[in-house]
């Protein structure tokens, strides 16, 4: 419905891409759930070909080039990415004959290796989804410390853009001193924390030089504006424009909304790309802040649902896939609505079901019912 507001003519295609998905749906249930576990480590190959491969025949499409394009048809390999990566972990981390730390540290390796393939494409926001799989090995024994360790170490990347490193480093160092000087340490400790200075103000350094080498110029652009203001002239009528008519969208719609189809700044079709990743701003206009909240309740409903199927699952290779499919659809919902408010950079990160495209469609559909099968499996049924 809010597809047919934006486009009739996208509206209609996702209309044919949502009928052809009933046959992979039907193709996911031909297949047993010992097979899935089976051919895990062969798809996984043949997805890391393919990422591999869009190198030399991949097509650019707006600055990345990560699409195969056959005449009509085109996809994106990170969408099969995601679908490998999730078989390809569930199966290590339910192998019982190996120690439970390997098991993860080769768990990150594998999430790490598709990952830097689609970043060098360059598709940070499609890498970025792989950052999901990390809540998936917390929940398989990874260490707190470890995720902390992750979380500050992309925030240090943030923030170093904006604000002089020797600031920072110079926080970082009193940080350190102050815990040094509240209890009295070893000398092993000192050199413990004198090297972790050494690392992070290494990292801090060479941060912006990561960013500026590898990242493309409108990469650059749509991080930077969220340190700068969107309504600013030098940048609304470039690097803030989709964020301004975004935010604006959002905001008419006011409590009630405007009405279905009836929503002025969609039909002037003055938001680019609304149609994908800004479509929630749609939802904004003309369904208002009830029609926003309802639709939040309602992912937020459908993720926690996979989550505690996926808790009761007996065989530990359906509940590992299970909550890797719902971190993936929680890390789009979380950071698509973060990016249509102006609290993420825009990055080409899709609002799952909702969105146009028949690639990550598909992905979705298939993530999705490969756990339906699974649980159904392991449940006392015929099927």
């Known amino acids: 419905m809010n597809l047919y507001s934006v486009s009739y003519e996208k509206a209609e295609k996702q209309l044919v891409w949502i009928l052809f998905s009933f046959i992979c749906i039907f193709l996911v249930f031909l297949l047993k759930p010992i097979h899935y576990k089976y051919f895990s480590s062969f798809f996984f190959l043949f997805t890391l070909l393919f990422l591999i491969g869009v190198f030399f025949f991949g097509k650019n499409v707006n ?83 470890f995720l902390l360790c992750v979380l500050f170490l992309i925030f240090l990347f943030v923030i170093s853009f904006n604000i002089s490193y020797w600031i920072i480093i110079f926080c970082i160092f009193s940080v350190f001193l102050f815990f040094f000087l509240v209890k009295k340490r070893s000398i092993n400790d000192l050199l413990f924390y004198l090297f972790l200075l050494i690392f992070l103000s290494t990292f801090v350094i060479i941060s912006p030089l990561f960013f500026n080498k590898f990242l493309k ?43 279905y189809q009836k929503g002025t700044i969609t039909k002037g079709k003055f938001v680019p790309e609304q149609h994908t990743d800004y479509i929630f701003c749609t939802v904004g206009e003309e369904w208002g802040f009830v029609g926003s909240v309802t639709l939040i309740i309602f992912y937020l409903l459908f993720i926690s649902r996979i989550y505690f199927l996926s808790e009761k699952q007996k065989d530990v290779f359906g509940r590992i896939f299970g909550y890797s499919v ?16 102006g609290l993420f950079p825009t990055i080409g990160i899709v609002l799952p079901f909702f969105s146009y495209g028949g690639s990550s469609f598909f992905s979705f559909t298939v993530l999705l019912f490969i756990f339906i099968r699974l649980d159904a499996s392991d449940q006392d049924s015929l099927i």
């Open 63 to 145: 600055g990345s080039k990560s699409w195969y394009v056959f005449g009509p048809i085109s996809f994106q390999p990170s969408e099969l990415a995601k679908i490998s990566t999730s078989l390809m972990i569930s199966k290590i981390l339910s192998q019982k004959n190996v120690k439970k730390n390997k098991n993860i540290f080769i768990s990150i390796f594998l999430i790490i290796l598709p990952s830097l393939l689609i970043f060098l494409q360059p598709d940070p926001g499609s890498s970025l989804v792989f950052f999901s799989f990390i809540f998936t090995l917390y929940r398989q024994g990874l260490s707190i410390f």
């Open 217 to 259: 110029q409108h990469h650059k652009d749509r991080i930077n504006i969220l340190f700068q203001n969107e309504f600013d002239r030098k940048y609304r009528d470039n690097v803030g424009y989709n964020l301004l008519y975004s935010k604006t969208a959002i905001g008419s719609g006011k409590f009630f909304g405007k009405g």
């Open 326 to 341: 719902g971190n993936i659809l929680f890390i789009h919902f979380f950071i698509n609505l973060s990016m249509v408010m």
